[in-house]
């Protein structure tokens, strides 16, 4: 049994015309809160739940950010609806049973759990992505449906098989996902805006992902003459040793083709298709009101493809931010990014351990929605851990 019980010690805000930013500071958990709000239509939350006792053990932790966001719901979220969640947790083995018994009653969107140890330490962490004025559902298929006005947004977590390796887990992940686009009158070139791809010992496996999205991807007219989907190929582990990978999407259908744009930055990034992978830089939708931005796994790499101050994870995180301002339009706003490399400075001053830069580092929770009459929404990044 949970207590429901939590103290708010601290709370910071931060105003920006129809965006707020919310820091929460309890005695267990730090909260980060993003928000755009609608005047007509669909409001925005993306929510990071944090576990602050390092020393506390995982049941504790898991407790303390299921407690913060029970609270969060009847408070500073009231009216939120949540869409897609993922868990990071240190230990999926021993781990993610406990959650999912746990949380199995509030299973209430898309779910992802990944092994993808948080840096400060802890246990768990969480994101969740909300939304106002929507409705949604499960599909018969295993895709969770978000419905707001012409559009339906398809959300799936940590979809994952048996496979002999990688290649066959992700051949068949990918083959499976175009079958259920189909069953919803979708299809992946055209209606999916983003995928993850987490892979166990990924230095091992991340070759057999690549070759097997290759290869599908052909099939279903995504080449470098036409475009390629977002994406992020991560080191993450699975509760099961025998998952090799397992896959986040994220389809929208009514979308438009005039809707969807694709973001390049030739003086920064090549073209993946250059080094042999398959995946676009970024991309953006644009709706009534605002324009989402969805910008894929970016690393400390130049427009050759070759890794940029290698063993250095310092000049590595500050490459990965200028690659991303790279990115026409989104330059602007990347100073709302630097947060996160002013968290590594203050967790790890002049000493930011080597053993971050060849792990997962990610910045999810950071996000901002402009106005469509402004240059940019939402946008989502993620950070891709470097290779040796």
């Not at 959300?155 to 002999?164: D, E, I, L, P």
């Not at 630097?338 to 968290?343: L, Y």
Request: net charge negative; proline share 3%.
């Amino acid at each position: 049994m949970r207590k429901s019980k939590i103290e708010l010690l601290v709370i910071e805000k931060l105003h920006m015309n129809n965006k707020e930013q919310q820091n929460i500071q309890s005695e267990k958990t730090l909260t980060e809160i993003f928000k755009y709000n609608a005047e007509a239509g669909a409001s925005e939350y993306h929510v990071m739940i944090h576990s602050t006792k390092p020393e506390d053990t995982y049941e504790e932790q898991l407790n303390a950010v299921l407690n913060t966001y029970d609270n969060l719901l009847a408070k500073e979220l009231k009216g939120g609806v949540a869409v897609f969640k993922r868990y990071f947790l240190s230990d999926a083995a021993n781990q993610a049973d406990t959650l999912l018994a746990l949380t199995t009653e509030g299973s209430d969107c898309a779910l992802s759990i990944v092994e993808q140890p948080p840096l400060d330490g802890t246990k768990i962490a969480l994101w969740v992505y909300l939304q106002t004025d929507i409705q949604t559902q499960v599909l018969h298929n295993g895709l969770f449906e978000v419905k707001h006005g012409a559009y339906r947004h398809l959300w799936a977590g940590s979809a994952f098989n048996r496979a002999a390796n990688s290649e066959y887990q992700t051949r068949l992940l990918l083959n499976d996902y175009v079958m259920q686009l189909m069953e919803q009158g979708c299809r992946l070139a055209d209606h999916c805006i983003r995928t993850w791809f987490f892979v166990q010992n990924v230095d091992v496996n991340y070759a057999g992902v690549v070759k097997a999205r290759n290869e599908v991807f052909v099939t279903q007219n995504l080449t470098e003459k036409t475009h390629y989907i977002s994406s992020t190929g991560i080191g993450g582990r699975h509760a099961d040793p025998k998952v090799l990978v397992q896959m986040d999407t994220y389809a929208i259908a009514g979308v438009k083709p005039e809707q969807i744009h694709f973001l390049y930055a030739p003086t920064h990034l090549n073209p993946t298709y250059e080094y042999g992978v398959s995946f676009e830089r970024g991309t953006y939708v644009d709706y009534g009101d605002r324009r989402q931005v969805f910008i894929s796994g970016t690393a400390s790499i130049n427009n050759k493809g070759e890794v940029v101050h290698p063993g250095d994870i310092r000049k590595q995180t500050e490459r990965m931010w200028e690659n991303v301002e790279g990115i026409p339009s989104l330059h602007q706003i990347c100073k709302c990014f630097q947060s996160v490399f002013r968290s590594c400075n203050l967790c790890f001053g002049n000493e930011i351990p080597l053993d971050i830069g060849i792990t997962a580092m990610e910045t999810l929770g950071e996000s901002i929605t402009f106005d469509r009459n402004e240059p940019i929404t939402m946008l989502r990044f993620q950070c891709l851990h470097s290779y040796r």
